[in-house]
C-alpha cells in the first residue's frame, strides 16, 4: 500500500462517517470534455443543499515530455485562477505546483507555492502562501508494514513562529485501519476505527475529546450496507 498524506491517515473512517450523508455532504456536478489537441474542458459545480451553487469553468493541458501541466479556471465568484504543475522532473517522486489568484473587481492578486515528495515508505507536503505572511504548513509521514507515523506543523515566517502543530499514528490495511490523532496543536485527541467485514457490510467508529473546551468524549458510529453494485444503505 501507499503511504497516504497526513490528512488522509483517518481517512477510511472519516469517510464512512461523513460522506454520502445529505446533511452534510454536498451535491456535486462534474462535466468533462476533452478537444482533438488535448486540452481537456470541465465544468464543475457545487451544492451545499442550502444557498447558492457555485461552480467554476476549466481547461488543462498538459505537456507529456516536458511533465508540465497548465490549468486556467474562472469561477463564479469572478476568480480568475491558475495552475502550474511539474511532476518527476526535479527529482523522482516530486511534484512542484505554482498556484496564483486574481480578483478583477478588487485587483487582489494570490500566489501559493506546494510541493509534494513520495517514495516507497514517505509522504511529505509542503504549502507556502507566499503573499499572506508569507506562511507554510509542512507535513509528512513514515510508513512500514503498514504501521504509520507522521506530523505537522505551521509557520509564519514574517513572525518566525510555529503557528500550530499535529501528530498521528496508525496502522493501515486494505480492509481495515485504526488511527490516534492529536490536532490544534495537540488540544483536540481522536481514536478511530475502520473495517471493511466484507465485499457488503463496512463499519467504522470515531471518539473525540477536545482538551480545552470539555471533559466529554464525544462517540461516532457508522456503518454501510451495499444493497447491489449500484446502490448502499448507511446509518449513523
Not at 501528530?167 to 485501519?177: K, L
Request: hydrophobic share 40%.
Amino acid at each position: 500500500m501507499s503511504i497516504p498524506a497526513f490528512s488522509d491517515i483517518a481517512k477510511p473512517s472519516n469517510d464512512l462517517l461523513n460522506k454520502d450523508f445529505y446533511h452534510t455532504a454536498a451535491t456535486n456536478i462534474d462535466v468533462k470534455s476533452k478537444a482533438p489537441n488535448g486540452v481537456t474542458f470541465n465544468v464543475k459545480g457545487k451544492s451545499a443543499n442550502e444557498g447558492s451553487t457555485s461552480g467554476h469553468v476549466e481547461a488543462k493541458y498538459t505537456d507529456a515530455p516536458s511533465g508540465l501541466t497548465l490549468t486556467q479556471a474562472w469561477t463564479t465568484s469572478n476568480i480568475l485562477d491558475t495552475k502550474v504543475e511539474l511532476e518527476d522532473k526535479i527529482a523522482k517522486g516530486l511534484k512542484a505546483e505554482v498556484l496564483t489568484n486574481f480578483l478583477p473587481k478588487s485587483q487582489k492578486f494570490g500566489a501559493k507555492l506546494n510541493l509534494y515528495f513520495k517514495q516507497p515508505n514517505f509522504h511529505a507536503r509542503a504549502f507556502f502562501d507566499v503573499l499572506k505572511g508569507p506562511t507554510a504548513n509542512i507535513d509528512a509521514v513514515l510508513g512500514h508494514e503498514g504501521f504509520l507515523a507522521g506530523a505537522e506543523a505551521g509557520f509564519d515566517v514574517q513572525k518566525a513562529a510555529i503557528t500550530r502543530y499535529s501528530a498521528a499514528i496508525g496502522y493501515m490495511m486494505p480492509d481495515y485501519s485504526a488511527a490516534i490523532t492529536a490536532t490544534n496543536s495537540l488540544s483536540v485527541f481522536s481514536a478511530s476505527y475502520y473495517h471493511k467485514v466484507n465485499s457488503e457490510v463496512e463499519a467504522g467508529a470515531k471518539a473525540t475529546w477536545d482538551s480545552k473546551s470539555s471533559n466529554n468524549v464525544g462517540l461516532e458510529v457508522a456503518s454501510k450496507y451495499r444493497l447491489d453494485p449500484t446502490s448502499f444503505a448507511k446509518a449513523c
